[in-house]
């Protein structure tokens, strides 16, 4: 089961506390800035109260972006260690903005939020446990493979929901789809499903970077 990451600026953000990510399946990753002496005190509590699911990173050493720079390696670490993962970036700091649409040309999911608010996480379907333990959930429809027109449609909506920064060629198009749909999809029907999305009008491949028509919602099959 992919891992969501949650990956914290606390010299930029400082949070009061979990609460909008209680009831949701997460890692938590707090970087700590090298001068920083206090932490908010109900932020504490309760990352020691989750501590299966929470971390910090203290910065060794201080200067320009150095936090940063630790976020940007530790983004790259996880997504090679947990393929197919998803990750946030807790920070109010735009200069995150160009490594996060490469990573989603990329076929990473990230996205930077300023507060915990407008987060997404999904919900486990029990207790979130470390990594170390938890067990993938059984697949109902293990027996019964998704569709094509269930896998086209399922496209269309992961595509569209990478509306600011979708695939930019075919090879990232391709490990998008192959990686990030549910049940996963074999390479023959990843073919398959760019040239239905290419007939139906909503990929456009003629220039030398893929373009896309959003407003067209579920394609004619």
Do not use: W
Not at 13 to 37: C, I, K, M, W
Not at 55 to 65: A, T
Not at 128 to 155: I, N, Y
Not at 178 to 185: D, F, V
Request: with cysteine; charged share 25%; aromatic share 8%.
């Amino acid at each position: 089961m992919p891992t969501t990451y949650v990956l914290v600026d606390l010299e930029n953000v400082q949070p009061e506390d979990l609460e909008p990510l209680r009831g949701s399946a997460y890692q938590l990753r707090v970087f700590v800035g090298s001068r920083q002496s206090t932490l908010p005190r109900k932020f504490a509590i309760a990352l020691h109260q989750d501590a299966d699911a929470a971390d910090y990173i203290e910065i060794n050493g201080h200067g320009k972006n150095a936090l940063d720079f630790h976020i940007a390696y530790y983004l790259g670490k996880f997504a090679v260690e947990d393929p197919g993962s998803s990750f946030y970036v807790i920070s109010k700091d735009k200069g995150f903005d160009a490594l996060i649409t490469h990573l989603n040309q990329s076929g990473v999911s990230c996205s930077r939020h300023e507060n915990f608010d407008t987060l997404a996480v999904k919900s486990p379907t029990a207790a979130t446990t470390s990594k170390a333990t938890r067990t993938p959930a059984p697949r109902p429809d293990a027996a019964a493979p998704p569709s094509f027109d269930e896998r086209l449609r399922a496209s269309i909506k992961l595509l569209t929901g990478m509306k600011s920064a979708p695939p930019r060629s075919l090879k990232t198009l391709r490990s998008t789809l192959a990686s990030k749909l549910p049940n996963g999809c074999p390479e023959p029907e990843v073919k398959r499903l760019i040239d239905a999305l290419t007939r139906q009008g909503f990929v456009c491949a003629e220039k030398p970077r893929l373009t896309y028509e959003f407003d067209i919602a579920t394609p004619a099959t």
